[in-house]
């Protein structure tokens, strides 16, 4: 009889102890996936990021806009995770341009590209790339969706370190389907 008792109780502790390490693993679930995000506008370009990102500077003339994540900075202070909105003039088409692009990239040694090919952001045709560049300290992975205005295409790049970019990815995919273009 007591045997009995001792596996009862036993059994009652097991029960509640997975119970509140269920719900446990549950509310931590709910505020990661509650990151309060916000949207950031220059330039006529508009994209929502999470919160804790803050507007950066850019060492392209064509950007319009650029975003980073400042919990991801390198030795040197620059942010390793970025978004950045660029504009580019042309009288070419949208799959000309992206072509002689990567065309041209990878011909560079520092550069391996993964994927290129077609996308849709909001409802409308894009060219996708997925690349990583060797060229530094860190090997960095970009993914770059190219859009086409009247005359004008906008390219959005989302960087990260290559072993950060999955956990990243949520967020660029996020930002890249937020975009508005005034």
Same mark, same amino acid.
């Given at each position: 009889?007591?045997?009995? %008792?001792?596996?009862? %109780?036993?059994?009652?502790?097991?029960?509640?102890?997975?119970?509140?390490?269920?719900?446990?693993?549950?509310?931590?679930?709910?505020?990661?996936?509650?990151?309060?995000?916000?949207?950031?506008?220059?330039?006529?370009?508009?994209?929502?990021?999470?919160?804790?990102?803050?507007?950066?500077?850019?060492?392209?003339?064509?950007?319009?806009?650029?975003?980073?994540?400042?919990?991801? #900075?390198?030795?040197?202070?620059?942010?390793?995770?970025?978004?950045?909105?660029? #504009?580019?003039? +042309?009288?070419?088409?949208? #799959?000309?341009?992206?072509?002689?692009?990567? #065309?041209?990239?990878?011909?560079?040694?520092?550069?391996? %590209?993964?994927?290129?090919?077609?996308? +849709?952001v909001q409802g409308n045709d894009a060219m996708e790339a997925a690349y990583l560049t060797t060229g530094g300290s860190v090997v960095k992975e970009h993914k770059a969706v190219w859009l086409q205005g009247d005359g004008v295409i906008y390219v959005i790049l989302c960087t990260?370190?290559?072993?950060?970019?999955?956990?990243?990815?949520?967020?660029?995919?996020?930002?890249?389907?937020?975009?508005? %273009?005034?």
């Amino acid at each position: 009889m007591k045997k009995w %008792i001792v596996i009862v %109780i036993l059994l009652v502790i097991v029960v509640l102890g997975a119970s509140f390490m269920f719900k446990s693993h549950n509310e931590t679930q709910q505020k990661e996936n509650t990151t309060e995000a916000y949207e950031i506008s220059e330039n006529g370009v508009a994209l929502t990021v999470p919160s804790t990102w803050v507007s950066a500077e850019s060492k392209s003339n064509m950007t319009l806009l650029a975003v980073a994540d400042p919990n991801s #900075k390198d030795s040197s202070g620059f942010s390793n995770v970025n978004i950045n909105v660029e #504009k580019k003039e +042309t009288t070419n088409t949208l #799959k000309n341009e992206f072509e002689s692009n990567y #065309k041209s990239l990878s011909r560079n040694s520092d550069y391996e %590209i993964e994927y290129l090919g077609n996308a +849709t952001v909001q409802g409308n045709d894009a060219m996708e790339a997925a690349y990583l560049t060797t060229g530094g300290s860190v090997v960095k992975e970009h993914k770059a969706v190219w859009l086409q205005g009247d005359g004008v295409i906008y390219v959005i790049l989302c960087t990260s370190p290559q072993d950060q970019f999955d956990n990243y990815e949520p967020i660029f995919n996020y930002a890249i389907n937020s975009v508005k %273009i005034n």
